[in-house]
């Protein structure tokens, strides 16, 4: 089908979409504000953004009534226009001089002071609007909050909203669209009678806007709230978007409207975009490539090519991305859930790099976002390490808890670097100690042990009767989290046995049930245990065995040692027993997810590590079987062999 079939099918389609959605209303006072904001709306409110109220919503089949006339007469171009006439040249000199005198205004204010000298022309009116929004761009937060409000209190701004309204029926598209961005970013009321009438006027002219126009408005839609007129308008940009998809050939208008779109967007039009978008990844810049990302997060729409052909610019042009850019990646790629290990390292080895230039605060945003991903920066954590031994007391309590949490869940090897880190961080705990909430407490504390580190004053802190007192008015959703971390805490005080000044221990009744729940055996690692062990002499096998009423042990495999096979069979033939720990080694099979290990590594995380670290205490041997790898009937058994028993592969 022809484009321009295609058009008259929009326009047709919109006709009767847009036709369904109007909606009568009361007629509008004619007092000047009224027309403006709207019955009981006051041009000093700031933070009004409700929705829609009783506003007349103009469709392309009309409605015809008091209010249509007077729009009408609002719009008649007789008698407004102050430019010369008598020379193309004047004009031309005229607008020139204009123009030079708006750039020369800095404030909202500054421009409504300017323009009161003149009766504006549509164009002018859309400068003006345009260049009052750029003015507060780089304000400060405050000096915006007082500059906007200044401008609401200006007489001319009502003036000149009403200019507007008259001249929107003659704006060019590109300046409709404009003035609509600014009118919204600036701040006037959405449900206002000024930003009805131009959402009307853009429903009127939507055929007939170009690429440019269309993203354009798209960038004003993307943060209104839902009102009827909205949805309309955006619901008829979808069929405009849909119809001229293959036409658009620029990369930023195509970005723009696919965040208009949106998550509600149909998956069919989604793949559509997908390939417009994969089509034009010649033309993509790096800035293009950053925004593509966030804005598949905005449309909640997952396309492992298309975010491939992205990290893979970013890797190549990382040098130079800000910090605000490369953060808003990060976290839109935690969003679709795409992970990739080389964009990830590449990453983390430029942040490492710019550790002296960013702030601390900066860095530990990046640590807590890459604990997210369960990846390890290895490059980043070991800069990190460095610059908090050499300068501990920059460390506040909430950075303090977010990095024992990002580095025990990591597992991270610090190696030479372990105890001057982990004093470092218990001084700074020491210090916070009296300001510490229990809860903190006890996940500073339960980070630590997680980390095998059991400093004697946060302990003893967190142990005394006046401390514990506190947890007995947990609110129940937090009681299976808080009983669960001091079980851990107990547990590796139990086990590992560290040297302190003082006998603690932690009382039952914070400990709750701690008897682990028994899940049903797992019928692809028993089915393959029970094969490799078909022809293993000596051996048994506990499916399901439980350790120290906390952990669950898939599989215990208990084998004769290689030396005692022969004191095992004369021991046997003279009647004498031998303890299993003492003639026996206890193979601990643990079948673990993915997600039990660091990304892209087969370095066990967190609950994992410590659980590894515990059995290896009580004398088993931990084999990790990961439970993807079971799932293949042909090569579980030979999997499994390789795990548990390596010395028989060839």
């Not at 003492?582 to 601990?588: L, P, T």
């Not at 004398?619 to 028993?645: A, C, M, N």
């Amino acid at each position: 089908m022809s484009f321009r079939v295609s058009e008259e099918v929009v326009r047709w389609g919109m006709r009767f979409f847009l036709s369904a959605k109007a909606i009568k209303a009361p007629s509008f006072p004619s007092q000047r504000l009224a027309h403006i904001w709207g019955p009981g709306r006051s041009h000093t409110c700031l933070q009004d953004r409700s929705p829609v109220g009783s506003v007349r919503f103009y469709s392309q089949n009309g409605v015809y009534s008091q209010d249509v006339e007077e729009e009408k007469c609002l719009s008649s171009p007789v008698g407004d226009s102050s430019l010369p006439a008598e020379t193309q040249s004047d004009e031309t000199q005229w607008r020139s001089s204009f123009l030079d005198g708006l750039k020369h205004c800095g404030s909202p204010s500054d421009v409504l002071d300017f323009t009161s000298q003149y009766s504006l022309s549509e164009r002018q009116v859309s400068n003006c609007l345009s260049h009052m929004w750029s003015t507060t761009k780089k304000m400060s937060n405050e000096q915006r909050r007082s500059e906007l409000q200044l401008m609401f209190e200006h007489p001319a701004f009502d003036k000149l909203l009403q200019t507007a309204m008259m001249r929107v029926g003659h704006m060019r598209n590109d300046k409709l669209a404009y003035s609509l961005l600014a009118i919204v970013k600036l701040g006037v009321p959405q449900g206002s009678r000024v930003v009805q009438t131009f959402l009307r006027t853009c429903q009127e002219n939507l055929n007939d806007f170009d690429e440019k126009g269309l993203s354009i408005l798209a960038a004003s839609l993307e943060n209104m709230e839902g009102s009827t007129n909205v949805g309309a308008l955006k619901a008829g940009m979808r069929l405009v978007v849909e119809a001229r998809l293959p036409g658009i050939k620029n990369v930023i208008a195509l970005q723009t409207l696919m965040r208009l779109l949106g998550k509600d967007a149909p998956l069919a039009l989604k793949r559509k975009l997908e390939g417009k978008a994969l089509s034009m990844t010649d033309q993509f810049s790096c800035p293009n490539t950053h925004y593509m990302i966030t804005t598949m997060a905005t449309m909640d729409f997952y396309s492992k090519p298309l975010l491939d052909v992205c990290s893979k610019m970013i890797i190549e042009n990382i040098h130079g991305i800000p910090f605000n850019r490369l953060y808003s990646v990060l976290r839109s790629c935690r969003e679709l859930h795409y992970r990739n290990i080389d964009l990830l390292t590449s990453i983390s080895e430029y942040v490492a790099s710019m550790i002296e230039i960013w702030t601390k605060n900066q860095v530990i945003l990046f640590l807590s976002m890459f604990e997210n991903f369960t990846f390890c920066p290895v490059a980043l954590m070991e800069a990190f390490t460095k610059k908090v031994i050499a300068n501990p007391d920059t460390v506040t309590l909430k950075d303090l808890l977010c990095v024992l949490k990002v580095y025990s869940s990591l597992n991270y090897d610090l190696q030479q670097q372990r105890q001057q880190f982990l004093e470092g961080l218990t001084q700074v705990l020491d210090s916070y100690l009296p300001k510490m909430s229990g809860f903190e407490l006890l996940k500073a504390v339960y980070y630590l042990c997680l980390l095998g580190h059991f400093p004697s004053a946060p302990l003893e802190h967190l142990l005394e009767s006046r401390t514990l007192e506190k947890f007995t008015m947990t609110a129940p959703k937090y009681l299976p989290n808080q009983e669960r971390m001091f079980q851990t805490v107990n547990l590796c005080l139990g086990l590992e046995r560290p040297l302190l000044p003082r006998l603690v221990a932690v009382p039952p009744s914070v400990l709750g049930n701690p008897v682990p729940s028994s899940p049903p055996v797992n019928p692809w690692l028993s089915q393959g245990l029970h094969s490799v062990l078909a022809d293993q002499t000596d051996t048994t096998l506990q499916e399901m065995v439980v350790v120290e009423n906390f952990y669950l042990i898939d599989a215990v495999i208990t084998k004769p040692l290689p030396d005692q096979t022969s004191v095992n069979e004369a021991s046997r033939r003279a009647g004498e027993e031998h303890p299993p720990a003492e003639s026996s080694q206890r193979i601990a099979v643990i079948c673990t997810p993915h997600s039990g290990f660091c990304f892209g590594t087969l370095n066990p995380r967190g609950h994992l590590a410590v659980k590894i670290r515990h059995l290896k205490i009580l004398g088993y041997d931990p084999v990790l079987v990961i439970e993807q790898k079971l799932r293949s009937q042909e090569k579980r058994v030979d999997y499994l062999r390789g795990r548990i028993f390596p010395e028989h592969l060839i």
